[in-house]
Structures are given as C-alpha cells and as structure tokens.
C-alpha cells in the first residue's frame, strides 16, 4: 500500500469532505455560540479547521459565560428577538422542548447520521417530531478520587456518601496535620445554578428519593429520603467541602481538585484530561469510579448531561450551517473530541474505538454510566423545566446555606412546584 503524505493526504482528505458536505457555493462566515469549559474554546479551532478546509467556510466561536444557566438566559434573549447574526447554537440536553420553536428541523439533513447515534440521545433532542439539534457529546459525572492519598490511609473508594464523608474526613485532617492546611476531602458544585440541580438530583435519586418529578408528571420532591438526602449534603458544607463550595461551579471544583488539594470531586468527564495534563499537580494520581449511595438497596444516580448543536431558524447561512452542525456531530469531530477533550461520544461505534480507549480510558468505562444516568424532568415539565429547576436548585441553595431545614424547604418546593404546574404541565 502506498502511504500518502502531507499535501497527497490533504487533497484526498478535502475530496472526501467535499463529497459529504457539498462543494463551497459562496464562502461564508459562520457564527457558532457556545459556553466553555477546560480547554474548549482553544479546542474548537482545531475541530472545525478540517470543516473550514473543505468547504471554504469560516467559523467564529463567540464564547459565553461557562454557567448553563447564564447562557440560557442569553441564548432565549437572542433567539426571542429573532436574531439573524448567531447562526449556530450549542445547547444543553435539557434545552430541546424551551428553544424548539426556534430551531431549524435537521431530521432530514441527519436522516444518515442520526441512527448511528444512541437512540436514547436522539429521542431527547427530537420533539414533536421534530429533531432539534444533533448530539455533539453526552455527559455523565464520576467520583474522582485520589489514589495515591487512598492507599497511603489504607482507604478504598467509598460505596456510600456516609463512607465518603467519613473517609474524606479522615484523610482530610491527616493531610492537614502533616503540612497541608488546604486540603479538603470533597469539592462539587453548590452554586444555586444548573449545575447544583445535577449534583442534589444524584443525592435525592442515589437516597431512593425520586426525581424530582417523575416521567409521569408527579411532583415527588417532598419525601422522607429526599430530605435525608439534602441533610447528608448541608453536613458537608464547612466540614469536608470548603464553604466556598456554595459559590462553586465546575471549574472551582476543578480548580481545587488539580492543584491536589482535594480527596474526593464530583465532575464531568471533560476533567479527566485535564486532571491528566502536564500542569496538573494530580497527573496520573487519580481514579474515575460511580458516585455513591444512600444506603443499602439504593442505586447510584448520575445525571445525565450533554451538548448538542442547533441550527437558528434566524441564520442567513442555514445551508452552511447545517452542514456545520452534520461535521460536529459526526464521527470525525466527535472522535477528536474525545481524544483531546475526554467528551463521551454519542455515536455508538467509537466506544469500540481503539485510539479512544488508549487516550482516554474513561471513556469505554463510561459507556454504561451515560446509559443508565438519570435524565432531569425536561421532558415531563416542557416549556416549565427551566423555572422547575430555578425552584429546586434554590430550594437546595437554601438548605446547604442553612435558611431553613430541608424538610420545610421541600415542602414549600412542593407547593411552589405545584403552583407552577397548574392544571398540567
Ligand atoms: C454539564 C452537562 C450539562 C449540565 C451542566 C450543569 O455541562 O453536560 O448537561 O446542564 O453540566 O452545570
């Protein structure tokens, strides 16, 4: 076989994306939002250049604010005022029933593509028949733990958040009393935002608690485990996590967590790589494993996350774009996301893909994580999620703050919830 080289390779590399994308009519400028995390605004650039290449089109990121929740709130700004100058938005799984309205229908330009991914992920972004956006990684959290301060305390990862307290703890104040006073046994997200709904769903739903409300529609938030649930969380705060926890989203926890002053982090997969970079004080010093349980008979419970991309239906350049959205959600883009970002793919394939499994274990360990993790109530609440949300992550912001117990706290969420819902949801 003749190994083709440098500018050989390119020009068959661009004939096959010519072939799957179209060949270039007028080049445009694409404009693609989105939030960033970690490494992906430096990331993105690589990700689209073969894209840019074959096609003659360029792509601007305009990066936002890295909380989900600050982002939604500019993104339903823009898309209500029918904004034509961001013709591609990167959206969260809970997003697809509030923005459809203002998305362009890529079922048929996916009509190849979408049944290689998890059906599952395409379900969640497809409604009333309408598929939304297309999946450019799913998402699901892990315990992350110190190996090397497991094993010198004689300690293994825990099964249950008593455990993990308990061993946070100890380990904790053993490390502080042998010279680091920074050290902390666990770091996670407390901020009352998005991200605090994912964390306290895993400590409701892993306690036997429900979520929240239930695929039927049923507010089942205010129940005994529930509440057990919220007080096992408020005993941390000050005690194993830092009281700064309250103000902490992803990347504070990753902060902490990478200069190896933390035992224990909840956090997506996208910190897996970065834990193991060159400037990370806890390179090849940690395991990934599930979160823990209530108790006895309880399951662990991973929310379940993850990015998709959406074509506006205000964009000038939708041709373009969708053909920009097919690239990111496809097997090339998803692949480089993976081995330079640590993204779960959704396209079912690559978890058998041997390049993936050697750069980032993580990922074939994850594949039955992101399957069984628990979905958010988006689905059941519609056009109400995000207020639901607002209403519980509050409700927790309150009890991990000390305002209120968690008992009163859940029982005037319930009512809240069920103002909120009216007649139905
Ligand atoms: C991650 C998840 C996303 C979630 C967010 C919360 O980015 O993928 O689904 O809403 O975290 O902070």
Same mark, same amino acid.
């Given at each position: 076989m003749r190994i083709m080289k440098g500018r050989a390779l390119r020009a068959t590399a661009t004939a096959a994306m010519l072939a799957v994308f179209g060949a270039p009519v007028a080049a445009v400028e694409l404009f693609y939002v989105s939030g960033a995390v970690g490494n992906a605004v430096e990331n993105f650039k690589a990700l689209v250049k073969p894209w840019e290449e074959a096609t003659g089109n360029t792509v601007t990121l305009v990066p936002m604010p890295a909380s989900t929740t600050d982002q939604f709130g500019q993104y339903r700004l823009w898309l209500a005022a029918g904004a034509s100058d961001i013709d591609l938005y990167q959206t969260d799984v809970i997003w697809a029933p509030q923005l459809a309205d203002h998305f362009v229908d890529l079922t048929e330009a996916a009509k190849d593509l979408a049944p290689t991914h998890f059906p599952s992920i395409i379900e969640s972004q497809t409604v009333n028949g309408k598929l939304v956006a297309l999946p450019i990684f799913t998402d699901a959290p892990a315990l992350y733990y110190r190996k090397d301060l497991? %094993? @010198?305390?004689?300690?293994t990862p825990p099964k249950t958040w008593a455990e993990l307290a308990e061993t946070a703890k100890?380990?904790?104040?053993?490390e502080r009393a042998a010279g680091n006073p920074d050290m902390w046994g666990f770091v996670w997200q407390g901020n009352a935002y998005e991200g605090l709904t994912c964390n306290a769903l895993e400590w409701v739903k892993s306690h036997g608690g429900g979520q929240i409300v239930e695929p039927d529609g049923t507010i089942s938030i205010n129940n005994e485990n529930a509440v057990a649930a919220l007080e096992a969380a408020a005993s941390w705060v000050g005690t194993i996590s830092p009281e700064g926890v309250l103000a902490y989203q992803e990347e %504070? /926890?990753?902060?902490v967590w990478q200069t190896g002053n933390a035992v224990f982090m909840r956090n997506w997969p996208y910190a897996y790589t970065l834990g193991n970079g060159d400037d990370s004080a806890v390179k090849g =010093?940690?395991?990934?494993t599930t979160l823990p349980v209530g108790g006895e008979g309880n399951t662990s419970a991973a929310t379940l996350g993850g990015w998709n991309v959406a074509v506006s @239906?205000? /964009? $000038?350049k939708q041709e373009a774009a969708i053909s920009l959205a097919l690239y990111l959600a496809g097997p090339e883009a998803q692949k480089q996301r993976a081995i330079n970002e /640590?993204? =779960?793919p959704t396209i079912i394939s690559l978890y058998d893909d041997p390049e993936i499994a050697a750069a980032q274990p993580i990922i074939p360990q994850w594949k039955d994580v992101f399957l069984n993790a628990v979905p958010r109530p988006s689905a059941p609440t519609l056009g109400k999620y995000n207020e639901v949300s607002a209403k519980f992550w509050s409700a927790v912001h309150s009890t =991990? /703050?000390?305002n209120g117990t968690a008992a009163e706290n859940l029982e005037l969420l319930e009512? %809240? =919830? $069920?103002e909120i819902k009216g007649s139905g949801w």
């Amino acid at each position: 076989m003749r190994i083709m080289k440098g500018r050989a390779l390119r020009a068959t590399a661009t004939a096959a994306m010519l072939a799957v994308f179209g060949a270039p009519v007028a080049a445009v400028e694409l404009f693609y939002v989105s939030g960033a995390v970690g490494n992906a605004v430096e990331n993105f650039k690589a990700l689209v250049k073969p894209w840019e290449e074959a096609t003659g089109n360029t792509v601007t990121l305009v990066p936002m604010p890295a909380s989900t929740t600050d982002q939604f709130g500019q993104y339903r700004l823009w898309l209500a005022a029918g904004a034509s100058d961001i013709d591609l938005y990167q959206t969260d799984v809970i997003w697809a029933p509030q923005l459809a309205d203002h998305f362009v229908d890529l079922t048929e330009a996916a009509k190849d593509l979408a049944p290689t991914h998890f059906p599952s992920i395409i379900e969640s972004q497809t409604v009333n028949g309408k598929l939304v956006a297309l999946p450019i990684f799913t998402d699901a959290p892990a315990l992350y733990y110190r190996k090397d301060l497991l %094993e @010198k305390h004689g300690k293994t990862p825990p099964k249950t958040w008593a455990e993990l307290a308990e061993t946070a703890k100890l380990i904790q104040d053993a490390e502080r009393a042998a010279g680091n006073p920074d050290m902390w046994g666990f770091v996670w997200q407390g901020n009352a935002y998005e991200g605090l709904t994912c964390n306290a769903l895993e400590w409701v739903k892993s306690h036997g608690g429900g979520q929240i409300v239930e695929p039927d529609g049923t507010i089942s938030i205010n129940n005994e485990n529930a509440v057990a649930a919220l007080e096992a969380a408020a005993s941390w705060v000050g005690t194993i996590s830092p009281e700064g926890v309250l103000a902490y989203q992803e990347e %504070e /926890s990753r902060g902490v967590w990478q200069t190896g002053n933390a035992v224990f982090m909840r956090n997506w997969p996208y910190a897996y790589t970065l834990g193991n970079g060159d400037d990370s004080a806890v390179k090849g =010093l940690f395991g990934v494993t599930t979160l823990p349980v209530g108790g006895e008979g309880n399951t662990s419970a991973a929310t379940l996350g993850g990015w998709n991309v959406a074509v506006s @239906k205000y /964009s $000038t350049k939708q041709e373009a774009a969708i053909s920009l959205a097919l690239y990111l959600a496809g097997p090339e883009a998803q692949k480089q996301r993976a081995i330079n970002e /640590s993204n =779960l793919p959704t396209i079912i394939s690559l978890y058998d893909d041997p390049e993936i499994a050697a750069a980032q274990p993580i990922i074939p360990q994850w594949k039955d994580v992101f399957l069984n993790a628990v979905p958010r109530p988006s689905a059941p609440t519609l056009g109400k999620y995000n207020e639901v949300s607002a209403k519980f992550w509050s409700a927790v912001h309150s009890t =991990l /703050s000390g305002n209120g117990t968690a008992a009163e706290n859940l029982e005037l969420l319930e009512a %809240e =919830l $069920t103002e909120i819902k009216g007649s139905g949801w």
